[in-house]
């Protein structure tokens, strides 16, 4: 089925049918990654911009990876050297980059929100990587692929998301993306955390790690932001790991068969133990792999894969 | 409304002799069999190229491993097109470095489905040799490219189709050519 949108700003504007193509494609994309040439022609003469208002390691250069091997041309906008520290806005920045003609940029901003603004006045295709505690829609993508690269199907399937629910966009296009695809999640963190209104979204909520680890398929550890921790969302490190860290002991009452996952960075010895972050059962580098795949998948998507008809 | 089919040009024996020949003349010019792959272009170059591996295996005893080309990506006409193409997948589990490569197609029309293919042959490793077999020769090349086997040669116009059906996915055997509604 064909992929109608212009951008990709959110999981909450596709449908189950639509994501399932952006897998499916990802399907193709990934054995490209594991080839001796790993490049192919697809998207010669496109160009590409890297706009990026927050730091990112795996986001920018897997976005930069997959626009490489489809062969197209990406360009990085480094904040600490561009104008926006002169006090350029938002808005002419992106009409600034866009005189130089891109097809599309990608962007990562602190504000909820901007990303869809960018789409108001763009002529390029948007892409949304990480807009504020909003959407993180390619995560979420490569989140799925992994999940069912692993358990084959979505349906029934039990998703247990821990951590700090509330500035996650990781959760958030989480949730959109697994209630689509039929998915069964719990949400576990804080209180403080996790605000119930989550649960209009579909999802049950609970305040206690130990019994949902134990009815999970897949258990989705998110980052502690560490740089929040001063506003006392909970009362120290040590109570939230006691609480909320996924260790060996707690993982003893998970399902056999379950995985461990987590979006990065990881906070070692908070949310996660060292053991438990390298163990058999974590796919994290997985995930990560993945990530390639299913952001060439989402370029090809937006930016070629047009036809007249066969070629013969 | 239907297409016209104007002419039903091989059936199922016509197209069993067809291969039948093609293999005798891939075995006489390839006298290490052992050295060959076989990669087949989506969807029916790849049910074309394991029966000619199972007539080599009948006919020499060898194996001939058969791979899947998927050339979506390596498409020359993206910019210019409405619809949109899903990209499968390419599954050739062998390497194709130093291989003597027998790439099957069903129809050879323009030539540029071939480009593409080479292409990305060329970019999986550097085969020894690549070798084209197609069902039907139609004519109207665009490219300087042409078959080292062909079934049939079938002279048509350039608005009509041909088909080539096989059992393994259609109804059964047959390669006919019909003309798009509409046109007298």
Same mark, same amino acid.
Do not use: W
């Given at each position: 089925?064909?992929?109608?949108?212009?951008?990709?700003?959110?999981?909450?504007?596709?449908?189950?049918?639509?994501?399932?193509?952006?897998?499916?494609?990802?399907?193709?994309?990934?054995?490209?990654?594991?080839?001796?040439?790993?490049?192919?022609?697809?998207?010669?003469?496109?160009?590409?911009?890297?706009?990026?208002?927050?730091?990112?390691?795996?986001?920018?250069?897997?976005?930069?990876?997959?626009?490489?091997?489809?062969?197209?041309?990406?360009?990085?906008?480094?904040?600490?050297?561009?104008?926006?520290?002169?006090?350029?806005?938002?808005?002419?920045?992106?009409?600034?980059?866009?005189?130089?003609?891109?097809?599309?940029?990608?962007?990562?901003?602190?504000?909820?929100?901007?990303?869809?603004?960018?789409?108001?006045?763009?002529?390029?295709?948007?892409?949304?990587?990480?807009?504020?505690?909003?959407?993180?829609?390619?995560?979420?993508?490569?989140?799925?692929?992994?999940?069912?690269?692993?358990?084959?199907?979505?349906?029934?399937?039990?998703?247990?998301?821990?951590?700090?629910?509330?500035?996650?966009?990781?959760?958030?296009?989480?949730?959109?993306?697994?209630?689509?695809?039929?998915?069964?999640?719990?949400?576990?963190?804080?209180?403080?955390?996790?605000?119930?209104?989550?649960?209009?979204?579909?999802?049950?909520?609970?305040?206690?790690?130990?019994?949902?680890?134990?009815?999970?398929?897949?258990?989705?550890?998110?980052?502690?932001?560490?740089?929040?921790?001063?506003?006392?969302?909970?009362?120290?490190?040590?109570?939230?790991?006691?609480?909320?860290?996924?260790?060996? =002991?707690?993982?003893?009452?998970?399902?056999?068969?379950?995985?461990?996952?987590?979006?990065?960075?990881?906070?070692?010895?908070?949310?996660?133990?060292?053991?438990?972050?390298?163990?058999?059962?974590?796919?994290?580098?997985? =995930?990560?792999?993945?990530?390639?795949?299913?952001?060439?998948?989402?370029?090809?998507?937006?930016?070629?894969?047009?036809?007249?008809?066969?070629?013969? | 409304?239907?297409?016209?089919?104007?002419?039903?040009?091989?059936?199922?024996?016509?197209?069993?002799?067809?291969?039948?020949?093609?293999?005798?003349?891939?075995?006489?010019?390839?006298?290490?069999?052992?050295?060959?792959?076989?990669?087949?272009?989506?969807?029916?170059?790849?049910?074309?190229?394991?029966?000619?591996?199972?007539?080599?295996?009948?006919?020499?005893?060898?194996?001939?491993?058969?791979?899947?080309?998927?050339?979506?990506?390596?498409?020359?006409?993206?910019?210019?097109?409405?619809?949109?193409?899903?990209?499968?997948?390419?599954?050739?589990?062998?390497?194709?470095?130093?291989?003597?490569?027998?790439?099957?197609?069903?129809?050879?029309?323009?030539?540029?489905?071939?480009?593409?293919?080479?292409?990305?042959?060329?970019?999986?490793?550097?085969?020894?040799?690549?070798?084209?077999?197609?069902?039907?020769?139609?004519?109207?090349?665009?490219?300087?490219?042409?078959?080292?086997?062909?079934?049939?040669?079938?002279?048509?116009?350039?608005?009509?189709?041909?088909?080539?059906?096989?059992?393994?996915?259609?109804?059964?055997?047959?390669?006919?050519?019909?003309?798009?509604?509409?046109?007298?």
């Amino acid at each position: 089925m064909a992929f109608k949108h212009k951008h990709l700003l959110g999981i909450q504007d596709l449908t189950s049918s639509e994501i399932t193509t952006i897998l499916d494609t990802a399907e193709s994309f990934y054995e490209i990654s594991t080839r001796e040439v790993k490049k192919v022609p697809t998207l010669r003469g496109k160009t590409i911009i890297n706009l990026f208002f927050e730091p990112s390691t795996r986001t920018r250069s897997s976005f930069e990876l997959a626009a490489k091997r489809l062969s197209a041309d990406i360009v990085n906008f480094n904040l600490k050297t561009s104008s926006a520290v002169k006090g350029e806005t938002f808005k002419d920045t992106i009409l600034n980059l866009e005189a130089m003609n891109p097809d599309a940029i990608i962007i990562r901003h602190s504000c909820s929100g901007a990303v869809l603004y960018a789409s108001t006045f763009s002529r390029s295709n948007i892409i949304n990587a990480g807009d504020g505690s909003h959407e993180h829609p390619t995560q979420a993508l490569l989140d799925a692929f992994t999940i069912r690269q692993e358990k084959k199907n979505f349906k029934g399937l039990k998703i247990v998301i821990v951590g700090d629910i509330l500035h996650s966009r990781v959760a958030r296009s989480n949730i959109f993306l697994l209630r689509k695809m039929g998915a069964k999640v719990t949400l576990v963190g804080p209180p403080a955390l996790l605000p119930l209104e989550f649960r209009k979204f579909g999802v049950e909520t609970d305040f206690n790690l130990d019994r949902a680890v134990e009815r999970a398929d897949v258990i989705m550890m998110l980052r502690i932001q560490l740089e929040r921790q001063e506003k006392n969302f909970f009362p120290s490190v040590r109570e939230y790991r006691n609480l909320y860290s996924l260790t060996a =002991q707690r993982f003893r009452r998970a399902k056999k068969n379950a995985i461990i996952m987590h979006p990065g960075p990881i906070n070692r010895g908070v949310e996660i133990s060292t053991d438990m972050a390298d163990c058999a059962k974590s796919v994290i580098l997985k =995930q990560v792999e993945n990530g390639i795949a299913v952001r060439m998948a989402v370029l090809y998507l937006l930016l070629g894969g047009k036809e007249r008809e066969a070629i013969d | 409304m239907e297409e016209k089919i104007k002419a039903r040009v091989m059936d199922t024996p016509k197209i069993k002799r067809a291969l039948h020949r093609m293999t005798t003349e891939i075995i006489e010019r390839n006298r290490n069999l052992k050295n060959l792959v076989i990669v087949g272009i989506r969807t029916r170059g790849i049910y074309i190229g394991k029966r000619i591996s199972k007539l080599i295996k009948e006919f020499e005893k060898v194996d001939v491993p058969v791979g899947v080309l998927d050339i979506t990506l390596y498409r020359d006409d993206f910019s210019e097109s409405e619809a949109q193409h899903m990209v499968k997948k390419t599954e050739i589990n062998f390497s194709v470095a130093k291989k003597d490569v027998l790439l099957v197609d069903d129809v050879l029309f323009t030539g540029r489905t071939i480009r593409a293919a080479m292409d990305s042959l060329i970019d999986l490793g550097r085969p020894k040799t690549i070798q084209l077999l197609v069902l039907i020769d139609r004519g109207h090349r665009e490219l300087p490219i042409r078959a080292d086997y062909a079934g049939k040669f079938l002279p048509t116009s350039k608005r009509e189709i041909v088909q080539v059906r096989l059992k393994e996915i259609d109804s059964g055997d047959e390669v006919l050519i019909t003309e798009p509604p509409g046109i007298k």
